[in-house]
């Protein structure tokens, strides 16, 4: 059996710059995902059950994994954290997912830090699956160590869907949860800025990933800047862009947070941010949305309703 993994899935088309195109394309990313809860997905098959290494035959589905016709399992793959609030954020999200999606089978499963662990997830699942991580840009969890959970699961045939970043309903999260934070609606240009603050990694394409989030929220912002800053990994850090865009002469500047859940990275983030400092993006109905319309591409990706990315490669287990 083939298993078809997607290492490096390619971001959806982002609207044009400009916050009104950004709403649109929310809306319909939103209608898109209530439309397609009501598809059955004849075209999302199991090439049959084959006989193992074991010579046993495996069963096409099971207890663990839904059953031919039904839709795919949704495992929502976190990075894991020591602080106590992050898996009961992360919980909060995909119980908002679920309330959105209720017949859709989701799970939860770590890389590391949390429980349960991927590895674990997947090895009581069955049939079809789908990892979305919650993570914003192409590094190397989403690159290697996600396609590698898969094929080290050649029980499952299970592909991994995009990043959640860049996204405009991404930008709707993290401008929603800055106004909570304080950020004017209307704020002053020549003196307002904004610090974009994640995680960081050293993939080139994970930074790219970022700054062009970075320009989307921008836009939305109706032009303030946004300046990219990482936690580690990666250049500026938060109090280098801080110092930067002082330099600049803007002397409001608040702290975006583009995490999922409070933990470390982003406590030290937000203790850098010399004005309004706004939360983890949590069960931000937009990331809800998100993550849906994630699984919504990888679905229709692999049952052959969407074009495969270029770079799409399928990589064969051992077995065969």
């Known amino acids: 059996m083939t298993e078809w993994i997607s290492p490096q899935p390619t971001p959806d088309p982002v609207a044009p710059a ?3 195109p950004l709403v649109l394309a929310t809306e319909i990313t939103a209608q898109l995902s209530v439309q397609l809860s009501h598809v059955r997905l004849h075209g999302y098959r199991s090439p049959g059950p084959q006989r193992p290494a074991s010579g046993r035959r495996r069963p096409s589905s099971g207890p663990g994994g839904a ?17 106590p609030r992050a898996l009961p954020t992360v919980r909060a999200l995909l119980d908002r997912v679920r309330a959105l999606r209720p017949d859709l089978p989701v799970r939860l499963g770590h890389i590391e830090l949390n429980r349960p ?8 699942l ?6 979305v991580p919650l993570l914003f840009g192409h590094g190397y969890h989403v690159t290697h160590d996600l396609p590698a959970a898969l094929a ?4 499952l045939d299970g592909t991994v869907a995009a990043p959640l970043g860049p996204h405009s309903l991404l930008v709707e999260a993290l401008y929603g949860r800055l106004l909570e934070a304080g950020f004017p609606e209307a704020p002053a240009r020549a003196r307002t800025a904004v610090v974009l603050a994640s995680a960081g990694s050293r993939a080139a394409r994970s930074g790219e ?3 062009r989030l970075a320009r989307l929220l921008s836009a939305r912002l109706g032009g303030v800047p946004v300046l990219p800053a990482f936690a580690s990994a990666a250049a500026p850090t938060v109090p ?14 608040a702290l975006a947070s583009c995490f999922t ?5 982003a406590a030290e983030c937000a203790a850098h941010a010399p004005g309004a400092a706004a939360a983890p993006l949590g069960d931000h109905p937009a990331l809800a949305r998100l993550v849906l319309h994630r699984y919504d591409e990888a679905v229709a990706r692999v049952s052959g309703h969407a074009p495969a990315p270029a770079h799409h490669r399928a990589l064969a287990p051992a077995h065969g």
């Open 18 to 20: 400009g916050a009104a």
């Open 240 to 253: 280098e862009a801080v110092r930067l865009l002082t330099a600049r002469g803007y002397d409001r500047i």
């Open 67 to 83: 059953p031919d016709g039904a839709a795919p399992t949704l495992v929502a793959v976190a990075h894991g954290s020591r602080d």
């Open 209 to 211: 990933d970022t700054a």
């Open 126 to 131: 069955s049939g079809r699956t789908v990892l």
């Open 152 to 155: 080290a699961a050649p029980h």
């Open 261 to 265: 859940a409070p933990g470390r990275f």
């Open 117 to 124: 662990r991927l590895a674990d997830v997947l090895a009581e």
